[in-house]
């Protein structure tokens, strides 16, 4: 029997996506994270299958999320990079484009994003109402999603505002607020099958947690780290961070509440009886940050790897993922497969028996998930830009690694090259000892993209980087 024909023999399942916010490798206890805890998400890894090599769609926000929704990746995908709207919001994705909340509404699913979007602002086409979604709440412009006391959140195409969050008052939190909506949405639909787009904006900067658990971590990661922001409200009000006297203390209170959401969801689909029949998969859209007063180098926050929010190193890309099915999923597995986000919309194609696009660049894991290896497909290599900074490009072939920084600046740039067998820190640049493998990958980095006429990937563009 075919790992298919295997998820058909029952009801299609419900399907709960978590997708932290700057989450880093090493920030889950189950991932080796050793100064605090993560117990809610650990007890998600006992009971299900934890991987070691999975990688975000991209280093920042957007195009990683437009990754993950198209099933591309980023030299194919329609948003690559951070392109910012103003007065609020970021380039759309076009109304042509297939998403995986269209394709989960094509299968019958009721489909909710609650948290932040990032693909086009308010009323676009790229607006997630326009985008597959029955109903969002939450920050529409990942810019503004640097507030986590924000004076509005959109309920669909509706602003709400928040009165008490006025004159940048710290009095409603606005993950709390986004975190209710999400579990209303769950037990509204406990009878079809749905699917939960649940994109938390914690621990992005700024750092900010609500007063209770800064207590309960006040004083217990010193020396503190103090930062300096911003005090200008044109500035605040267009997304600059906020000062953080406590940053380590804020950054453990942020991820404590996010690992106890993850609970409380965890809970809410047992106490409503279709645990058995509901998927729940929890990664980061990317590696740690460094910004807002945010410390990875004190908590270790990408692990053994090199790297951190914007690298193309392993730090930058590779990050947690757990998935949670029960019946399914073996209970306290692991797995070295290499995914990537662009491999979920077509894993979910299999499991929910709709055609995925031809045009795609993912590979299902359904196989991987349900036991079944030896059927498993895998991809001759992953593919990774990067617009700021110069330029970056990556690709992972096999147990190769190769990077190549300032491609705008320098498009003969020398590319490194790493053996992830043997140095996952991506410390050792062997490519002056592998001249064939370099050779390989300079073709693959010329043959792995498509033009863009809004990422063009060229001097002009990264010339207008802000």
């Given at each position: 029997m075919s790992s298919i024909e295997n998820v058909n023999r029952v009801s299609k399942p419900n399907i709960i996506y978590i997708l932290a916010d700057d989450l880093g490798y090493g920030d889950l206890s189950s991932y080796g994270q050793q100064k605090f805890s993560t117990p809610n998400i650990d007890k998600l890894a006992t009971q299900g299958m934890l991987f070691t090599?999975?990688?975000?769609?991209?280093?920042?926000?957007?195009?990683?999320?437009?990754?993950?929704?198209?099933?591309?990746?980023?030299?194919?995908?329609?948003?690559?990079?951070?392109?910012?709207?103003?007065?609020?919001?970021?380039?759309?994705?076009?109304?042509?484009?297939?998403?995986?909340?269209?394709?989960?509404?094509?299968?019958?699913?009721?489909?909710?994003?609650?948290?932040?979007?990032?693909?086009?602002?308010?009323?676009?086409?790229?607006?997630?109402?326009?985008q597959g979604f029955d109903t969002f709440f939450g920050y529409n412009c990942q810019r503004l999603g640097h507030k986590y006391y924000p004076d509005h959140l959109w309920s669909n195409k509706d602003s709400i505002v928040i009165k008490e969050n006025k004159n940048f008052a710290n009095a409603v939190y606005a993950p709390s607020v986004i975190h209710d909506k999400t579990l209303e949405f769950i037990e509204q639909n406990k009878d079809k099958p749905f699917f939960a787009y649940v994109a938390s904006i914690i621990p992005h900067a700024e750092l900010a947690a609500p007063e209770e658990l800064m207590k309960k971590y006040r004083n217990k990661f010193l020396p503190e780290k103090k930062f300096i922001g911003s005090n200008f409200p044109a500035e605040l009000n267009n997304g600059a961070y906020k000062s953080q006297d406590e940053s380590h203390a804020a950054f453990v209170a942020m991820i404590d509440l996010l690992d106890q959401q993850v609970g409380e969801?965890?809970?809410?689909?047992?106490?409503?009886?279709?645990?058995?029949?509901?998927?729940?998969?929890?990664?980061?859209?990317?590696?740690?940050?460094?910004?807002?007063?945010?410390?990875?180098?004190?908590?270790?926050?990408?692990?053994?790897?090199?790297?951190?929010?914007?690298?193309?190193?392993?730090?930058?890309?590779?990050?947690?993922?757990?998935?949670?099915?029960?019946?399914k999923v073996k209970e306290g597995s692991k797995s070295d497969h290499i995914s990537a986000f662009w491999d979920v919309f077509p894993t979910f194609a299999d499991i929910i028996e709709v055609d995925k696009p031809k045009n795609i660049d993912g590979i299902s894991f359904l196989p991987e998930i349900l036991g079944d290896s030896k059927n498993q497909k895998e991809h001759e290599y992953l593919y990774w830009e990067f617009h700021e900074k110069g330029g970056r490009q990556a690709v992972r072939m096999g147990d190769w690694k190769a990077v190549k920084y300032n491609v705008l600046k320098n498009p003969k740039a020398p590319l490194e090259l790493?053996?992830?067998?043997?140095?996952?820190?991506?410390?050792?640049?062997?490519?002056?000892?592998?001249?064939?493998?370099?050779?390989?990958?300079?073709?693959?980095?010329k043959e792995a993209r498509t033009p863009s006429d809004v990422f063009t990937f060229s001097q002009e563009t990264f010339l207008n980087v802000d």
């Open positions: 090599q999975h990688y975000s769609g991209s280093t920042v926000c957007a195009p990683s999320r437009s990754a993950l929704l198209t099933g591309m990746h980023t030299g194919h995908t329609v948003v690559r990079g951070n392109k910012e709207i103003q007065p609020e919001g970021q380039y759309p994705i076009p109304d042509a484009t297939y998403t995986m909340a269209e394709a989960m509404k094509k299968a019958g699913y009721v489909t909710g994003a609650f948290g932040k979007w990032g693909l086009g602002f308010p009323g676009s086409e790229g607006d997630p109402i326009n969801i965890m809970k809410k689909v047992d106490e409503l009886g279709i645990a058995d029949n509901t998927i729940i998969i929890f990664t980061s859209d990317n590696g740690p940050h460094t910004e807002g007063g945010a410390d990875p180098k004190y908590f270790d926050s990408n692990g053994p790897l090199k790297g951190t929010k914007r690298d193309l190193y392993e730090g930058g890309i590779r990050v947690p993922m757990i998935v949670k099915w029960p019946g790493y053996d992830l067998t043997k140095d996952i820190g991506e410390k050792n640049n062997v490519a002056a000892q592998h001249p064939e493998i370099v050779s390989k990958m300079e073709a693959i980095l």
